[in-house]
């Protein structure tokens, strides 16, 4: 499977991105898909996932309320919605996939990564 992830870019504080990470190769359908962070300086830290067959959704703490995650299977396409944006989501943001069909928060369980997309909220 191969993972790209586009939509970052500069945002003001309080703004809106869309994120979206196109897969090809296998079936996109049968795998969980995550999306991660990494600040500088900073370990890579789950933000969001959704599972493969319900669509399951599940989102770190720090973005509930503000991100939301969806998935367009006929598309191979995973997309993250960041609303109200801080300057604390500034970072890296790489999708994810694995395989079986449950979400994990941890990174070792992924199988699959894109090359990331930057994003940078400013004050």
């Known amino acids: 499977v191969q993972l790209q992830a586009s939509g970052g870019g500069l945002v003001q504080s309080g703004g809106s991105l869309r994120l979206s990470c196109a897969a090809s190769g296998r079936a996109f359908s049968i795998y969980a898909m995550g999306w991660f962070r990494q600040a500088p300086g900073k370990e890579r830290t789950f933000v969001a996932g959704?599972?493969?067959?319900?669509?399951?959704?599940k989102l770190a703490d720090s973005v509930k309320g503000r991100f939301t995650v969806s998935r367009d299977n006929a598309r191979s396409t995973v997309y993250l919605q960041m609303n109200s944006l801080k300057s604390d989501d500034t970072a890296v943001y790489y999708c994810a996939a694995r395989g079986g069909g449950s979400v994990q928060i941890a990174s070792r369980e992924y199988d699959y990564w894109g090359q990331g997309t930057l994003v940078t909220v400013s004050s």
């Open positions: 959704i599972s493969w067959s319900r669509g399951i959704a």
